[in-house]
């Protein structure tokens, strides 16, 4: 399971790093001036942590009941 987040993840990287080579929009430049682009910085990192610890913690609490399961069949 871990392994396939990890390939999400470089799937989600590989295609932000395709997007930014792309001409970059005004709002971009005008989030830079105004100081507000590392607000947004922190909220898409926010969320993407929140999101991989809620993953992992969800990935644990499966293999445990797995876990579970197969102990009980003979």
């Given at each position: 399971?871990?392994?396939r987040i990890f ?38 990192a926010t969320i993407f942590v929140a ?24």
């Amino acid at each position: 399971m871990i392994k396939r987040i990890f390939c999400l993840l470089f799937l989600f990287v590989t295609v932000i790093a395709n997007a930014q080579s792309a001409t970059e929009p005004q709002m971009a430049d005008t989030f830079r001036q105004e100081g507000k682009i590392y607000v947004v910085i922190a909220v898409l990192a926010t969320i993407f942590v929140a999101l991989s610890v809620f993953l992992m913690i969800l990935d644990r609490k499966v293999k445990k009941l797995e876990e579970k399961i197969n102990s009980k069949t003979p």
